[in-house]
C-alpha cells in the first residue's frame, strides 16, 4: 500500500549538514504523520523527529532539537530531514515511517516505533571526528 525509500545519506565531517529525503510511492501519505528513526550498530532503534500531516506541527527527540529539521511537500509525496552541525553520535542507519492510519491529533504521540506500520530501507549516515 505504501512503499518508502529513503535517500541522501553519506559521509560527513563533524559540523556539516545532510539533507535526507523520503519519497512515498503508493498509497498517499497525505493525510498521515510521518516519522524519522534511526538506528546505531548494538542500539536500539530511536526516535529522531516526527511531522503532523499538515506539516504544521512537528517533534523532535531531545538529542537533535535544534540542529535537525523535519519538513515535507504532500505534492512530491516527499518528506525531509534536515541535519545539521552533525555530531560523530548521529552516525546511524536513519529510517522513514508512516502509520497504517492517522488517529491521533499530535505528533506528540508519534515518537514511538510502534505507532508506525510501513518503514523504509534505511539510509546509512556516517559522521567522522
Known amino acids: 500500500q505504501v512503499q518508502l525509500v529513503e535517500s541522501g545519506g553519506g559521509l560527513v565531517q563533524a559540523g556539516g549538514s545532510l539533507r535526507l529525503s523520503c519519497a512515498a510511492s503508493?498509497?498517499?501519505?497525505?493525510?498521515?504523520?510521518m516519522g524519522w528513526f534511526r538506528q546505531a550498530p548494538g542500539q536500539e532503534r530511536d526516535f529522531v523527529a516526527a511531522?503532523?500531516?499538515?506539516?504544521?506541527?512537528?517533534g523532535y527527540a531531545d538529542s537533535v532539537k535544534g540542529r535537525f529539521t523535519i519538513s515535507r511537500d504532500n505534492a512530491k509525496n516527499t518528506i525531509y530531514l534536515q541535519m545539521n552541525s552533525l555530531k560523530p553520535e548521529d552516525t546511524a542507519l536513519y529510517y522513514c515511517?508512516?502509520?497504517?492510519?492517522?488517529?491521533?491529533?499530535?505528533?506528540?504521540?508519534?515518537?514511538?516505533?510502534?505507532?508506525?506500520?510501513?518503514w523504509g530501507q534505511g539510509t546509512q549516515v556516517t559522521v567522522s571526528s
Open positions: 515511517a508512516a502509520p497504517r492510519t492517522s488517529t491521533y491529533s499530535s505528533v506528540t504521540y508519534y515518537t514511538a516505533g510502534n505507532e508506525y506500520y510501513y
Open positions: 503508493g498509497r498517499t501519505v497525505s493525510r498521515r504523520p
Open positions: 511531522i503532523s500531516w499538515s506539516g504544521g506541527s512537528t
